[in-house]
């Protein structure tokens, strides 16, 4: 466990854009902490601010105001190859349209954030496995994207995201490509992975059906939270 009471803390976090003379703001005021071994859903119609929230929260965009806080270091103020570091030791991403190398198999779409950070072959190989173990695909290894389903494919993406073993995942809108049933399953595998691993996962949607897996709600309109969540 951190000695840090939150993994992520932002404060009067704001995003404005200028188009022309108009201010869009697409993140305002938000206020939010994130703790250890949380399932929090973001959900909000297409065009709440989710997906700017959740780059500012990475260190992926610059907040016109406000802070955020990862285990007490102010990422507004690191440098770029610090932001790097955090995002490839700390964070897990997962994307709406899965994001595949689609001449790679599982195996290797999942092994590739190791090969980038440099982990010697042998743990690589043995994280790898664990990570198609936990998403259920140990038989699907050698299988290229085009040779799998959408849920399936959702399934690497995750594996992908856990294999170096981040603190959070952040997921912006996961479900969004997948039917009804393989979008619970994705779910009840967030679920399970916050109970079984202790990885925090920060979970941007629009689908409401999902939300009871979630140990927190927290809704974003015009990019604010909405009181009541």
């Known amino acids: 466990m951190s000695r840090y009471q939150s993994l992520i803390s932002a404060k009067d976090l704001r995003k404005v854009y200028r188009l022309g003379s108009e201010e869009i703001k697409a993140v305002h005021d938000v206020n939010l902490d994130v703790g250890h071994r949380q399932f929090i859903a973001i959900v909000g119609r297409s065009g ?20 955020v806080l990862f285990e007490g270091r102010d ?4 440098s770029e190859s610090e932001l790097i570091a955090l995002r490839r030791q ?3 991403f997962i994307f709406q349209s899965f994001g595949l190398l689609p001449l790679l198999s599982a195996f290797e779409n999942i092994e590739l954030p190791l090969r980038i950070i440099g982990v010697p072959p042998k743990v690589r190989e043995e994280r790898t ?16 994207p085009y040779e799998l ?3 399936e494919q959702q399934r690497v993406a995750i594996a992908r995201a856990v294999v ?3 603190a959070i995942i952040l997921a912006d809108e996961p479900t969004g490509e997948l039917d009804s049933a393989n979008a619970r399953s994705i779910f009840s595998l967030f679920k399970k992975m916050v109970i079984d691993e202790g990885i925090t996962i920060l979970a941007a949607t629009h689908d409401a059906a999902l939300l009871e897996m979630a ?5 974003l ?6 009181d009541g969540h």
């Open 129 to 144: 496995r664990e990570a198609l173990d936990m998403v259920g695909l140990t038989n699907r290894a050698r299988h290229r």
């Open 90 to 92: 700390k964070i897990g």
């Open 164 to 166: 170096s073993r981040p």
């Open 48 to 67: 709440s601010g989710k997906t700017t929230l959740l780059n500012l929260l990475a260190g992926l965009d610059k907040p016109t105001a406000g802070t």
């Open 149 to 151: 389903s959408g849920g």
């Open 215 to 219: 140990d927190t709600v927290k809704e």
């Open 221 to 226: 309109r015009d990019g604010t939270f909405v």
């Open 75 to 78: 990422i507004t103020q690191m």
